[in-house]
């Protein structure tokens, strides 16, 4: 069964642009969650979706948004980039929400 | 919301050496996840552990969660066992996100 898969791998961007990242889960897998890791900050909850619903939103500013297709596919989108946004931005995908999650490679943004 | 606290920070050891990694939270869980994190950012599945013991290899957790702490054991460590051991937990209440501990970063020395 293929694992969670993530793209793009790797994305620079300018202060001001808009980016979308996606998300496919493991297959049967229909929830999806969203994680922000930085060296300051560690691992960060960003949203969690299930059934193209979102459950749980982590705390971060409203340029932070995602959503869920009906084939429980992902994408996240940050709107008016900021330095402080470069970061790994990592997907995880599980049965159900509460359920063991399994986590993408992973893409590596970075913001200059 | 909760929190997970993990000891220690970091830790050395020489090859072959057994190691004890802590989690501690601060509610009770219904989801406590142990992760590895390899040199190129992805989280390994280790174990899926609200409660009791498993095993699995070199590598076995127990979850004490009326005591609110897991451990972590890894015995006859090996270089590729490096890298940074994160604990993942989900309160009781609400309907809440996974916390992550601050991790403990491993290093296996030959």
């Known amino acids: 069964k293929a694992g969670v898969t993530q793209t793009p791998r790797y994305l620079i961007k300018t202060r001001g642009q808009q980016v979308t990242l996606s998300c496919s889960p493991i297959?049967?897998?229909?929830?999806v969650s969203w994680y922000q890791q930085t060296p300051g900050q560690g691992l960060q909850f960003l949203f969690e979706?299930?059934?193209?619903?979102?459950?749980n939103k982590g705390n971060f500013p409203g340029r932070f948004s995602g959503r869920q297709f009906s084939n429980s596919r992902s994408e996240m989108n940050v709107s008016t980039l900021e330095l402080g946004d470069s970061a790994l931005y990592l997907c995880?995908?599980?049965?159900?929400?509460?359920?063991?999650?399994?986590f993408g490679p992973g893409t590596r943004l970075t913001v200059t | 919301g909760i929190q997970v606290e993990q000891s220690p920070p970091d830790l050395i050891l020489q090859e072959g050496a057994n190691s004890t990694l802590r989690c501690n939270f601060s509610d009770s869980v219904n989801n406590l996840q142990w992760f590895h994190q390899n040199p190129w950012g992805q989280l390994i599945n280790l174990f899926y552990i609200p409660s009791g013991t498993k095993q699995n290899g070199r590598l076995s957790a127990t979850t004490v969660a009326t005591e609110r702490y897991s451990l972590l054991y890894i015995s006859s460590s090996q270089t590729t066992d490096s890298g940074v051991y994160f604990c993942a937990v989900e309160s009781d209440y609400n309907n809440n996100d996974m916390r992550f501990g601050a991790g403990t970063r491993l290093t296996v020395k030959p």
């Open positions: 995880a995908s599980s049965l159900a929400p509460s359920y063991e999650q399994y």
């Open positions: 979706y299930f059934s193209e619903t979102q459950r």
């Open positions: 297959s049967g897998h229909r929830s």
